[in-house]
């Protein structure tokens, strides 16, 4: 079990930077596969972009290619995603997510954290 805590959401113009971080506790971070994810009001959630247990591997939503880079530190329990050019599009709630085999594909997550709003004005 992992309990996933997001923090860095705000409201920010477009053309802007914002990065988001997941801090993990319980079981051992590097054991899980972590994602982030993007629900906009009246849509589903969708994928946004994952990396491996060590950071060799990501991948990415083509929404967000080229703007948007995840990354981990195992010593710290945490991932982040770092959010450039930002678009009024992008607006959105932001959920961490963890699972365990890459293998599982872009949504095998079991763990769930309870999201962070960013908003993107124009």
Known sequence: QVQL???GGGL????????LSC????????????????????KEREFVARI????T???YADSIKGRFTISRDNA?????LQMN???????????????MYWQRGPYGFDYWGQGTQVTVST
């Open 5 to 7: 805590v997001e923090s």
């Open 12 to 19: 920010v113009q477009a053309g802007g930077s914002l990065r």
């Open 23 to 42: 801090v993990a506790s319980g079981r051992t971070f590097s054991s899980y596969v972590m994602g982030w994810f993007r629900q906009a009001p009246g």
């Open 52 to 55: 491996s247990h060590v950071g």
């Open 57 to 59: 591997n990501t991948n």
């Open 76 to 80: 710290k329990n945490t991932a982040y």
């Open 85 to 99: 050019s930002l678009k009024p599009e992008d607006t959105a709630v932001y959920y961490c997510a963890a699972g």
